[in-house]
T-cell receptor
Framework: DVKVTQSSRYLVKRTGEKVFLECVQD?????MFWYRQDPGLGLRLIYF???????EKGDIPEGYSVSREKKERFSLILESASTNQTSMYLC????????????FGNGTRLTVT | GQQVMQIPQYQHVQEGEDFTTYCNSS?????IQWYKQRPGGHPVFLIQ?????EVKKQKRLTFQFGEAKKNSSLHITATQTTDVGTYFC??????????FGSGTRLLVRP
């Protein structure tokens, strides 16, 4: 069974801090994604990657960057955290086929004060 | 940009009643996926529909994909307390980008 592990379940950071959210998957999936989930807005795509060292912007990339140095690991970076980045962050992975379903991690609830 | 609208936002039903959530896209979709997120959990893939007019069933759940591939629905017959959660549709556009609806939160009174 696919396992997608996010390093922290809850995180509290101060405005202006640099924040790293880590995600690791154990099923050799090519595709990895970062979403944020806010009430009433559903899941919005921040960044995604179809291969190592490759990244593409999603719908709301502003204020975020990503890193994919290894196939199994996809990191989301908040360069300078702001209060409007308080949210639930979900990492997901899928097989190379573009129509493959997503497998989500348990999420990281980030609070920026 | 392309959007997938999902209604209703909330639905509170008595156990045993039926439930339906609807998704509509402004453009034609390649396929549509459905996910369920239990309270405190993460979205879990339920099913994918690809063909125009396709209907699939999973026990008490019936999924439909419209003839024009712009709309979809999930119907639950005789809800149970285990059905509680938020149901998301996610439509895939021609560039293989997955666009999530805002979700329908289902509450079931025992």
């Amino acid at each position: 069974d696919v396992k997608v592990t996010q390093s922290s379940r809850y995180l509290v950071k101060r405005t202006g801090e640099k924040v790293f959210l880590e995600c690791v998957q154990d099923m050799d999936h090519e595709n990895m994604f970062w979403y944020r989930q806010d009430p009433g807005l559903g899941l919005r795509l921040i960044y995604f990657s179809y291969d190592v060292k490759m990244k593409e912007k999603g719908d709301i990339p502003e204020g975020y960057s990503v890193s994919r140095e290894k196939k199994e690991r996809f990191s989301l970076i908040l360069e300078s955290a702001s209060t409007n980045q308080t949210s639930m962050y979900l990492c997901a992975s899928s097989r190379a086929e573009r129509v493959s379903p997503l497998h989500f991690g348990n999420g990281t609830r980030l609070t920026v004060t | 940009g392309q959007q997938v609208m999902q209604i209703p936002q909330y639905q509170h039903v008595q156990e045993g009643e039926d439930f339906t959530t609807y998704c509509n896209s402004s453009t034609t979709l390649s396929n549509i996926q459905w996910y369920k997120q239990r309270p405190g959990g993460h979205p879990v893939f339920l099913i994918q529909l690809v063909k125009s007019g396709e209907v699939k069933k999973q026990k008490r759940l019936t999924f439909q994909f419209g003839e024009a591939k712009k709309n979809s629905s999930l119907h639950i017959t005789a809800t149970q307390t285990t059905d509680v959660g938020t149901y998301f549709c996610a439509g895939m556009d021609s560039s293989y980008k997955l666009i999530f609806g805002s979700g329908t939160r289902l509450l079931v009174r025992p």
